[in-house]
């Protein structure tokens, strides 16, 4: 052999041996290929005869070794595996010794055929492993099957065990067990849906139901590292039309960016995706979904795959659905460092109840008028878990009973329904006999009328005599001409502002839901139930409400000014000078501190933005919009677990990752509307450079090199004091903290605005700040009885005036 062949055999050589090494080898590796005489090999791997030591059968009965010569067997690349079969009489277990404690597959191969007196397709029985039920009164009618499950083995052998229904038999063709890598299976997961909680999956089975490739695509079990079958997804896509199109580019796959792994999925998978594009028309918000059958009653772990294979935009957000519940919103150039074939997943785990509908969506993501026009997905996998019952199987006859138990409740509850719309409607009739004509209101029936706390400092609460009022429709429709286009002031997730006029010349703004809106009864009732407990001056006060004829309408007092967001950018009107902007954050600040202290149980805002800060005539802000809010935690409580809502770019990543939510996510809000009132700029702009799209990212840069200069809004230039600016930051940095427990309280918040604008007011006087000290004590170092949940007297309304000056007093320099 000459030296050149020589040379090609030793590059070659070393090239399989790379390949060979960089695939995953499992620690417990225990294939078996039932009923076989001879092991049996499949691809790279070989299948051991049931009879060798490396498992031990145990069976009541006589355990029948099947054999066939039917040419019915499929053609793929596990055939040979069905070439036989162990059938059991009688209860039988499988004992395999597990060497490394952990998640194991199970993966059981079943191919029905006939063997003397037995036919397989017949055959009814159940499989159970560490006390979970995998199969119970299972059946395979025709064709080939393969069941995987997910275990977690604490001891040092698995039993699996065969147990025949009554009157029948057992058999399986082959088993696997396998130890997977530590985070193929994730030990805690985030829910997503009404629950709220995260799961915990470290004492649970699962079963894998279903691993989609998506680009329309299969990828077999020889071209994945843990021989996974990935089936192509146009079979399960519903919306195949001219936005979707299939995007395949294996080689640009590239595990070395991110923690991903070959061994969360591979690069066959990775590498194709099915995209949503709507380029051509850039308004057009849109999803692609695809509908699964799951039995109800049970939770299920999904995992979403992505991965840029076609260089999308440098700023490509879209959301993620299951079942209408939105799971995330992906920023997939910032969780893959904006690298091409990078690859990114992420786990949820939701509930279904009702039916056997499941469905999977990722779709266009908007900012106010802004639509991002992408969403891809690369890969989705599809696990159910273990019920309370220790069970992977619907329990038809609990489920009937639960059905039967449902239509009788419906029977029941229609005839109740019905009987008390007929009082109602008597009701009615008999109390608007007794009304004066013409006075369109009636008494709210379900605000609290009685505040919870009285005031006596003459202007924390101011009374009303329209508060909890629900107004007629014809005098909604008077007060704001039919709903004129002309008085529209604004338009949200809700519907539209509207301004009007009452009767009395009150001015009010009209919020009237929009019958596609996707904020409900929900979102409509829990904010005139949280606006009809509290008065503040700076929270906007109810007036009144209407919900006829499936009209959902707010009536709010008028705020002259509009928005801050108005005043900041997107508006011709004139600019807010930086002791206004200091003046709007304290007020801002006054109501928020209110919610969160005003009372038993603290209000958590959960949409803190400039655009829900209204400024009246004389520029005073007043926190506005409650549909979102959430009653804060109990006393023996550190959080509320809820689903994440809010806006993007304003959302608590801790919020955001956990879904627990604290005061501490409205503190994250408030320091990102007080980065939009230094650089007057929305928080992301797509039509900017990369590096300054994200507005808290843009300015945190420059605050590390000491250039803030750089990021104030250059209309401020000439009447801004550094000292003030300065102070400003540092707080507003502190309500950006990573984890909440690292940021201040609203009461600290609003101590360093107040000697902020101190500041500011100072330097105005003397041009210096000599009289006070240009460094202040760190946050944690404030007096706690000045930010106590005491009366709401002692806090809700006070100047921090009087406080400043009293910590002056205390500073030693």
Not at 98 to 111: A, C, D, E, S, V
Not at 315 to 321: A, E, G, P, R, W
Not at 580 to 587: H, K, N, Y
Not at 694 to 706: A, I, N, S
Request: hydrophobic share 40%; proline share 4%; aromatic share 12%.
């Amino acid at each position: 052999m000459g030296w050149k062949y020589k040379f090609l055999f030793w590059i070659s050589s070393i090239f399989w041996l790379i390949c060979f090494s960089s695939g995953y080898v499992p620690e417990d590796n225990i294939l078996i290929d039932c009923g076989s005489p001879n092991n049996t090999k499949v691809g790279d791997r070989v299948f051991q005869a049931d009879n060798s030591s490396i498992s031990q059968l145990l069976s009541t009965t006589e355990a029948i070794l099947a054999v066939t010569n039917s040419t019915s067997i499929p053609s793929s690349f596990d055939s040979n595996l069905y070439q036989t079969a162990r059938i059991f009489r009688g209860v039988s277990q499988y004992t395999f010794p597990i060497k490394k404690q952990g998640r194991h597959w199970i993966r059981l191969y079943f191919f029905p055929f006939s063997f003397g007196n037995f036919n397989m397709s017949t055959a009814k029985f159940s499989v159970s492993a560490q006390g979970f039920t995998l199969l119970e009164d299972f059946q395979v009618h025709s064709g080939a099957l393969m069941k995987e499950f997910s275990l977690n083995i604490s001891s040092n052998q698995l039993m699996v065990t065969f147990t025949p229904s009554f009157d029948s038999f057992a058999f399986v063709n082959a088993l696997e067990v396998i130890s997977l890598p530590d985070k193929v299976i994730p030990d805690h997961v985030d829910f997503v849906g009404p629950k709220g909680d995260d799961e915990n999956l470290w004492k649970q089975a699962l079963e894998t139901l279903i691993r989609v490739n998506m680009g329309n695509r299969t990828v077999s079990p020889q071209n994945d590292t843990l021989w996974r079958l990935w089936v192509s997804d146009d079979t399960f896509l519903n919306d195949n039309n001219d936005l979707v199109n299939y995007v395949s580019n294996i080689t640009s796959v590239d595990y070395t960016v991110t923690n991903v792994t070959s061994e969360i999925g591979p690069p066959e998978m990775y590498g194709t995706m099915t995209r949503l594009d709507t380029e051509f028309q850039p308004t057009l918000k849109a999803n692609m979904t695809w509908h699964f059958n799951v039995d109800p009653g049970f939770d299920y772990l999904l995992r979403f795959h992505f991965c840029d294979v076609q260089h999308l935009r440098p700023v490509t957000l879209f959301n993620v659905y299951v079942n209408s519940w939105l799971a995330s919103t992906v920023d997939l150039p910032k969780e893959t460092a904006n690298k091409l074939g990078a690859p990114y997943y992420m786990d949820v785990v939701t509930r279904i109840s009702g039916d056997r509908n499941l469905n999977v969506s990722v779709g266009t993501f908007n900012i106010g008028d802004i639509v991002y026009p992408e969403a891809i997905l690369n890969g989705l996998e599809i696990m159910k878990m273990s019920n309370s019952d220790e069970s992977l199987v619907l329990d038809l006859e609990r489920s009937s009973k639960m059905k039967a138990g449902i239509i009788v409740g419906i029977v029941v509850g229609s005839v109740v329904v019905v009987l008390v719309v007929v009082f109602f409607f008597l009701f009615l009739c008999i109390r608007r006999s007794l009304l004066h004509s013409g006075q369109g209101k009636e008494d709210y029936p379900f605000a609290r009328n009685e505040m919870a706390r009285g005031s006596t400092d003459g202007g924390a609460f101011f009374s009303s005599s329209k508060i909890g009022y629900r107004f007629s429709l014809s005098v909604i429709q008077e007060a704001t001409n039919n709903f004129s286009e002309a008085l529209v002031i604004g338009v949200g997730g809700f519907g539209k502002v509207y301004k009007g006029a009452l009767k009395d010349e009150t001015k009010v703004a009209v919020k009237r839901g929009a019958l596609q809106s996707h904020q409900g009864l929900v979102e409509f009732r829990t904010e005139i139930e949280m606006l009809s407990q509290f008065r503040h001056r700076h929270l906007v006060s109810l007036i009144g409400y209407c919900n006829e004829q499936n009209e959902r309408i707010i009536i709010y007092e008028y705020m002259e000014k509009g928005s801050l967001k108005n005043h900041l950018y997107g508006s011709d009107v004139p600019c807010l000078s930086w002791k206004q902007r200091l003046e709007i954050c304290i007020g801002a600040a006054r109501g928020l501190y209110y919610l969160h202290t005003g009372s038993a149980k603290s209000i958590i805002h959960r949409d803190v933005k400039s655009a829900n800060i209204l400024l009246d005539e004389n520029f005073m802000a007043k926190v506005a919009d409650f549909g979102l809010s959430k009653t804060g935690p109990e006393i023996d409580q550190t959080h509320v677990s809820t689903a994440v809502k809010g806006s993007f770019g304003y959302l608590d990543p801790e919020y955001l990752s956990t879904q627990q939510l604290t005061e501490k996510s409205d503190v994250y809000s408030f320091g990102v509307v007080m980065f939009e009132v230094l650089c007057g700029r929305p928080v992301i702009d797509p039509s900017l450079p990369r590096e300054k799209v994200y507005l808290v990212e843009w300015v945190t840069k420059w605050q590390e090199r000491m250039q803030l200069e750089e990021v104030i809004d250059p209309r401020l230039e000439g009447q801004i004091k550094m000292d003030s600016v300065q102070k400003f930051v540092e707080i507003a940095d502190k309500c950006l903290a990573e984890y909440g427990a690292n940021r201040p309280t609203m009461g600290e918040v609003l101590w360093h605005l107040e000697y902020a604008l101190r500041l500011q007011a100072t330097d105005e006087n003397s041009n210096h700040a000599g009289d006070v000290p240009s460094q202040m004590n760190h946050v944690n170092r404030l007096p706690s009885i000045e930010y106590s949940t005491g009366s709401i007297t002692d806090m809700s309304d006070v100047s921090m005036s009087k406080v400043f000056a009293q910590m002056v007093r205390e500073d030693p320099r």
